[in-house]
């Protein structure tokens, strides 16, 4: 099967600021622009408003998550 391909949005920055900053910032804009599945009406509408908030298109259900993701995938200890 073929490696599937990861869309570079951070090919907009050109050879600037590095090349392994650059495929971070990719991943973690990549979590945010897409969309999650909402914890209250379980469309999959839930979009990034704000660091660490996120709100589904569908039903209007507001929450707080990850900064970058709506759920948190580290162990709060
Ligand atoms: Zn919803």
Redesign the pocket.
């Known amino acids: 099967m073929a490696k599937k391909k990861i869309p570079n949005i951070a090919a907009r920055f050109g050879p600037r600021y590095g090349a392994s900053l650059r495929k971070r910032w990719n991943l973690v804009m990549l979590k945010k622009l897409s969309k999650y599945e ?1 914890p ?2 379980m ?1 999959k ?2 979009e990034w408003v704000s660091v660490g908030i996120w709100r ?1 298109r ?2 209007g ?1 507001t929450f707080a998550g990850g900064a970058y993701e709506p759920f948190l995938t580290h162990k709060v200890r």
């Open positions: 909402c209250q009406c469309h509408k839930v589904c569908k039903c259900y």
